[in-house]
T-cell receptor
């Protein structure tokens, strides 16, 4: 069965530290996405990619970098984590530019 | 850019009652998707519904592209339907925009 997995599932980081969130998909989808979900804001798009080697800015990219080294893997990188980045982060994959999206289980990040 | 309005924001039902959840889009869209989410849980895709009507068990989704709206109908609600329902739209540029969600509670 096609799947999107995320690691770690929970992470506590210190302010100013570097955090890397990883996402792996076995759907063989070209597109991958990183969202964050906060109370009162719903899901907001941080970065996305439409293939290995590509990364694009979403609606709230400041403070985040992304990396897509292969079709299967998409990482979100917080070089200097801040408490405002405490959130739940979701990764998703999709087949084409307007196709159905499939979500991972989420990563709960707390920055102290 | 695209904005997505969901209504109602919250809803409480007695078990067995029906519910109609609405999603309205500020601009034209190419596709949309309905999701279900338990507190602290992941997003489960209910419908990928670019247009027309789709059924799945007690759920029905209807999207009217030219009116820029979509609805999710839940019939004969059950306590296990409790959670948050999210809709998201795509204007054909890879990006989905999400609504804030409808929080549903079904009481026995």
């Amino acid at each position: 069965e096609a799947a999107v997995t995320q690691s770690p599932r929970n992470k506590v980081a210190v302010t100013g530290g570097k955090v890397t969130l990883s996402c792996n998909q076995t759907n063989n989808h070209n597109n991958m996405y990183w969202y964050r979900q906060d109370t009162g804001h719903g899901l907001r798009l941080i970065h996305y990619s439409y293939g290995a080697g590509s990364t694009e800015k979403g609606d709230i990219p400041d403070g985040y970098k992304a990396s897509r080294p292969s079709q299967e893997n998409f990482s979100l990188i917080l070089e200097l984590a801040t408490p405002s980045q405490t959130s739940v982060y979701f990764c998703a994959s999709g087949e084409d530019r307007e196709g159905e999206q499939y979500f991972g289980p989420g990563t709960r990040l707390t920055v102290l | 850019g695209q904005q997505v309005q969901q209504s109602p924001a919250s809803l409480v039902l007695q078990e067995g009652e029906n519910a109609e959840l609405q999603c309205n889009f500020s601009t034209s869209l190419n596709s949309m998707q309905w999701f279900y989410q338990r507190p602290g849980g992941s997003l489960v895709s209910l419908f990928y519904n670019p247009s027309g009507t789709k059924h799945s068990g007690r759920l029905t989704s209807t999207t009217v592209i030219k009116e820029r709206r979509s609805s999710l109908h839940i019939s004969s609600s059950q306590t296990t339907d409790s959670g948050t329902y999210l809709c998201a739209s795509n204007t054909g540029n890879y990006k989905y925009v999400f609504g804030a969600g409808t929080r549903l509670k079904v009481i026995a």
